[in-house]
């Protein structure tokens, strides 16, 4: 499964972004992580019939998918500097709900896309 992320770009503080990540084909799982500099990879929020979000994030931010395109969004609002990182799509087909928050439990990364929130 090859994924492709786009959206990403810089934006004032309270701004708003749309990432969206397209697959090549349909997995059970479709998820954002973001990785700030100097920082591990952290989870953001996951799709997997429902919704899972980050507590950094709920609120802020929604993850939607659209089936018949295999692309699943990020819609982020009120933009801090904190979400300043490199925004990694992921995507798995055997994930448990347990596991939807760690990294290692995908087995698909798309390429990153950068969000820079400056004041």
């Known amino acids: 499964v090859q994924l492709q992320a786009s959206g990403g770009g810089s934006v004032q503080v309270g701004g708003s972004l749309r990432l969206s990540c397209a697959a090549s084909?349909?997995?059970?799982?479709m998820a954002w992580f973001r990785q700030a500099p100097g920082k591990g990879r952290v989870f953001v929020a996951a799709?997997?019939?429902?919704?899972y979000y980050a507590d950094s994030v709920k609120g802020r931010f929604t993850i939607s998918r659209d089936n018949a395109k295999n692309t699943v969004y990020l819609q982020m609002h009120s933009l801090g500097p904190g979400d300043t990182a490199v925004y990694y799509c992921?995507?798995?087909?055997?994930?448990?709900?347990?596991?939807?928050?760690?990294?290692?439990?995908?087995?698909?990364w798309g390429q990153g896309t950068q969000v820079t929130v400056s004041s």
């Open positions: 992921a995507a798995g087909n055997t994930l448990i709900q347990s596991t939807l928050t760690e990294g290692t439990a995908y087995a698909y």
């Open positions: 799709h997997r019939w429902t919704e």
């Open positions: 084909e349909r997995t059970t799982v």
